[in-house]
């Protein structure tokens, strides 16, 4: 016979047990030697989304048979066939819920906590994507892109199978930006992801590495690599062939593309992605909507450039660059002026010509410091000839260089040196070049306007070889215009060299300016444009640049 007491206090307790279970957080299955529910708590049929009386004594996995043989099924049976405790996280697909899993082997059978971590692993998931894709375009962003490359190399070097990285720059892409304003150019940006994303398989990844920049990383491209690379590239350049629709409106963009291919050799991602680069920049470089591929002499070129930008800050600290003039003459032989001419003295090379330096001086700004020691300089010895009479009618010539030019504060900087130096402003004359004069025409006006009110007077630099358009020429305060010396040089022979002069010296006189020749060496050459009416000539058949030291003595 049972005993009442010892029932009564099974039944307290059954009852204190399950008023336990049923208040705790976590959801409770218990389950007996067959699988067979036997008990479930509240939380637990309502994550599983079952009535509570219709699968008590049920199989577990007749009531769940999506779940036989997956990762539920096979935990629990381990858990059963080695008495050991597991816990784990699994995706239940059918219900859409992530769960934490903890199941107790016991002589009852086994019996299961779990709770929905749904929430917890969708902020997990947001929390890389944002780390790892690109907000805007949903791509791959560049610390993706960067883990995936490093695998990819470390794949092409065991393996030898090559791959390729194309770096991708929109060409202008500024200027959507500037006209139409950034939402606009974070449309296009969308649909540039998505026609670059379409271009490519699946298996590749398309990233955005920042701006207006996409990097596509191709992997395992078998034994022409070369040539693959070259069709994908080719494709994403069609890939920009029809119009882009922005906001309604049709807006075209092309992209300038630098592939560099890996394979065994040992190469890190920084090095691989500055090679990429390069190529882009070659591509930009070649007329933009194309593609380039990497070639190490590419690199040496920039290298070299690199070297020379070093050395040149280092020569400006020095001060190894220094000006000599070149004497400018009347078409009947008397002193006119100079042209001041910028010199760099290096310590081994000896001098170094302008021509070397100046383009990587203009590259990197460095033009601005070098353009303002020259004003100071030669306006310096401008002030120093007005106190001899031999000299103080002279004018001085001083190349000025676009970047110079545009610098907003370009106007106040020359009043500024003029000031300081005292150098009277209506014997210097700025030479400016034809291209500098095209851009932001109403702007350069301006400029040249101020400066002309206190003095200042403007030629054109090497005439005839830029894209001046007459329509503009005459509203430009100019005072001469300077033949370019490959026309008087080219005049002696075959070429158009003669006509082309002819012409200049036609329009200078047009619009009422000076026409001088540059670069006569020969009697025949001076005999030529004095014939054609140019009213001053420069070159070795008058003097060659000199030091000032050396200028002096010229004058007397
Ligand atoms: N073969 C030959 N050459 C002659 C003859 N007569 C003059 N030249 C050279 O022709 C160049 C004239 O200067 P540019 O056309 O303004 O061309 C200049 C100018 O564009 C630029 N440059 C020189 N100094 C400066 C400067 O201070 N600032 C800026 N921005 N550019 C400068 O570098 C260019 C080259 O300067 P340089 O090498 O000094 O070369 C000078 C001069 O030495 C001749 O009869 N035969």
């Given at each position: 016979?049972?005993?009442p007491?010892?029932s009564?206090?099974?039944?307290?307790?059954?009852a204190?047990l399950?008023?336990?279970?049923?208040?705790i957080?976590?959801?409770?299955?218990m389950?007996g030697?067959?699988?067979?529910?036997?008990?479930?708590?509240?939380?637990?049929?309502?994550?599983?989304k079952?009535?509570r009386?219709?699968?008590?004594?049920?199989?577990?996995?007749?009531?769940?048979?999506e779940?036989?043989?997956g990762?539920?099924?096979?935990?629990?049976?381990?858990?059963?066939?080695?008495?050991?405790q597991?816990s784990?996280?699994e995706?239940y697909?059918?219900?859409?819920?992530?769960?934490?899993?903890?199941?107790?082997?016991s002589?009852?059978?086994l019996?299961?906590?779990?709770?929905?971590?749904?929430?917890r692993?969708?902020?997990e998931a947001?929390?890389h994507?944002m780390?790892?894709?690109?907000?805007?375009?949903?791509?791959?962003?560049?610390q993706l892109?960067?883990?995936?490359?490093?695998?990819?190399?470390?794949l092409?070097?065991?393996?030898?199978r090559p791959?390729?990285?194309?770096f991708?720059?929109?060409d202008h892409?500024?200027s959507?930006n500037?006209?139409?304003?950034?939402d606009?150019g974070?449309?296009?940006?969308q649909?540039v992801?998505?026609?670059l994303?379409?271009?490519v398989r699946s298996?590749?990844?398309?990233?955005?590495?920042?701006g207006?920049?996409f990097v596509?990383?191709l992997?395992?491209l078998g034994?022409d690599?070369?040539?693959?690379?070259?069709?994908?590239?080719s494709?994403?350049?069609?890939a920009?062939?029809?119009?882009?629709?922005?906001?309604g409106v049709e807006?075209y963009?092309?992209p300038?593309?630098?592939?560099?291919?890996?394979?065994?050799e040992?190469?890190?991602?920084?090095?691989?992605l500055?090679?990429?680069?390069?190529?882009?920049y070659?591509?930009k470089?070649?007329g933009?909507?194309?593609v380039?591929?990497f070639?190490?002499?590419?690199e040496?070129?920039?290298?070299?450039?690199a070297?020379?930008?070093?050395d040149m800050r280092?020569?400006?600290?020095n001060q190894?660059?220094?000006?000599h003039?070149?004497?400018?003459a009347t078409?009947?032989?008397?002193l006119?002026?100079?042209e001041?001419?910028?010199?760099?003295?290096?310590?081994?090379?000896g001098?170094?010509?302008p021509?070397?330096?100046?383009?990587?001086?203009?590259?990197?700004n460095?033009?601005l410091?070098?353009?303002?020691?020259?004003?100071?300089e030669?306006?310096?010895?401008?002030?120093r000839?007005?106190?001899?009479?031999r000299?103080?009618?002279?004018?001085?010539?001083?190349?000025v260089?676009?970047?110079?030019?545009?610098?907003p504060?370009?106007?106040?900087?020359?009043l500024?040196?003029?000031k300081q130096t005292?150098?009277?402003?209506?014997?210097?004359r700025l030479?400016?070049?034809?291209?500098?004069?095209?851009?932001?025409?109403?702007?350069?006006?301006?400029k040249?306007q101020r400066l002309?009110?206190?003095?200042v007077?403007?030629?054109?630099?090497d005439?005839?070889?830029g894209?001046?358009s007459?329509?503009?020429l005459?509203?430009?305060?100019?005072s001469?215009?300077?033949i370019?010396?490959s026309?008087?040089?080219d005049?002696?022979?075959e070429?158009?060299?003669?006509?082309?002069v002819?012409?200049?010296?036609?329009?200078?006189?047009?619009?009422?300016?000076?026409?001088?020749?540059?670069?006569?060496?020969?009697p025949?050459?001076l005999a030529?444009?004095?014939?054609?009416?140019?009213h001053?000539y420069?070159?070795?058949l008058?003097?060659?640049?000199?030091?000032e030291?050396r200028?002096a003595?010229?004058?007397s």
């Open positions: 016979m049972q005993d007491l010892k009564h206090t099974e039944a307290l307790q059954a204190c399950t008023a336990t279970l049923e208040s957080s976590d959801a409770v299955l389950l030697h067959d699988w067979e529910i036997r008990y479930m708590n509240g939380n637990a049929a309502r994550l599983t079952v009535v009386e219709e699968v008590l004594g049920r199989c577990l996995w007749d009531v769940f048979p779940a036989v043989g990762p539920y099924y096979r935990a629990y049976h381990k858990a059963v066939d080695t008495n050991e597991v784990f996280e995706h697909a059918p219900l859409d819920l992530w769960t934490e899993i903890r199941a107790y082997p002589e009852e059978g019996t299961i906590y779990f709770r929905d971590i749904s929430d692993k969708a902020t947001e929390i994507r780390a790892f894709y690109d907000k805007l375009t949903g791509l791959p962003n560049r892109l960067l883990d995936r490359l490093e695998h990819a190399l470390a092409g070097q065991r393996t030898g791959g390729a990285t194309l991708i720059d929109l892409f500024k959507i500037d006209t139409r304003g950034h606009k974070d449309i296009l940006l649909q992801a998505d026609r994303d379409a271009a298996c590749d990844t398309v990233a955005r590495f920042g207006d920049e596509v990383l992997e395992d034994t690599a070369p040539a693959v690379a070259r069709d994908i590239a494709k994403l350049l069609q920009f062939h029809a119009p882009f629709n922005v906001d807006h963009s092309t300038s593309i630098g592939v560099a291919l890996f394979g065994r040992r190469l890190g991602i920084e090095e691989v500055k090679r990429a680069d390069l190529a882009m070659q591509a470089a070649a933009r909507n194309n380039s591929f070639d190490p002499a590419m040496a070129r920039v290298s070299a450039r070297m020379l930008e070093t280092r020569a400006l600290a190894e660059f220094e000006l003039y070149q004497p400018l078409i009947d032989g008397k006119a002026g100079v001041a001419l910028l010199r760099w003295r290096h310590p081994q090379r001098m170094v010509p021509v070397e330096f100046i383009p990587v001086a203009e590259e990197t460095m033009i410091h070098l353009g303002c020691w020259v004003l100071m030669a306006c310096g010895l401008l002030s000839w007005a106190d001899d009479e000299t103080a009618r002279l004018e001085m010539s001083v190349n260089s676009p970047v110079q030019f545009h610098r504060d370009f106007v106040e900087q020359v500024d040196v003029l005292g150098a009277r402003p209506d014997r210097l030479e400016l070049t034809e291209s500098l004069l095209i851009k932001d025409v109403e702007g350069t006006i301006q040249m002309r009110e206190v003095g007077r403007f030629a054109v630099d005439f005839g070889t894209y001046s007459l329509s503009y005459h509203r430009l305060p100019l001469q215009l300077k370019d010396r026309f008087i040089w005049a002696q022979k070429g158009h060299g003669a006509a082309i002819r012409m200049i010296v036609g329009l200078g006189k047009t619009l009422g300016m000076s026409v001088l020749a540059e670069g006569v060496e020969t025949e050459q030529f444009v004095m014939d054609e009416g140019c001053y420069q070159g070795y008058y003097s060659k640049p000199l030091p030291d200028l003595v010229f004058f």
